[in-house]
């Protein structure tokens, strides 16, 4: 069997530091594999984001590991968790965060850069995969929302990540575009066994995913089916 691409282990995230507050994250522990297409169901406040900030390494756990591909986190140090950012992780948020004063192939491209790849072709492939061709020069204000979000998935997967977190992709989109860019993004992470963690509210996700999480107060746990989430 393939060795997990994310091994979490009894995670813990207290953000008030001094042991005051509920904690964010209470002991959590998951195992998620190549290629597997993940929606993360949860309530608001449910700790779904904090789980992503600190898989992504932008933020420390209070308590507990993290492995990627085997590889611990902590042991890795500041640049070695930029790095990992910048060559193997995709991330794609809500309200999309293209940078507004770059154009669409340039918000692709610094991705490209600093990952150690500027191949401008590989860019322009990516947003033609996304169905941008010919809005290259766009600025991310000249586009639609779906259309900004596609620009956000092109990003994403123009490294070939081994991993992509998608924190409420669709969460500001409209159900029909929504639905487009969820088939989208799980297509090209099917084609190309790109592990998939999409972060959720709505039940549309669950039918695009091949396994389904729930987080609760902090901990996540399984759910069989998407019948279920109906409940
Ligand atoms: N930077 C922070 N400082 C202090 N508390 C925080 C911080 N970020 C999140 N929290 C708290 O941690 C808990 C989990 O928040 P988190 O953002 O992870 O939830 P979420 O599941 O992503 O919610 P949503 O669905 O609304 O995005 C909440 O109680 C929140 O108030
Ligand atoms: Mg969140």
Redesign the pocket.
Known sequence: MADPVIRIMDLWKN?GGDGSG?P?LRGTSIEIKKGEIVALF??????????FNLIAGLDRPTKGRIEVEGQDLEVLGDRGRTTFRRMKLGFIFQFFNLLPTLTAFENIFLSLELANRAEPDLALKALKEVGLEGKEERFPNELSGGEQQRVAIARAIVKRPSLILAD?PTGNLDTVTGNQILELLTQRCHESETTLIM?T?TPLTCRYATRILR?VDGIITEETSCEEMAR
């Not at 949860?42 to 789980?51: P, V």
């Open positions: 953000y509920a964010a949860g309530k608001s406040g449910s700790g779904k984001s904090t789980l409420e972060a509210h987080m």
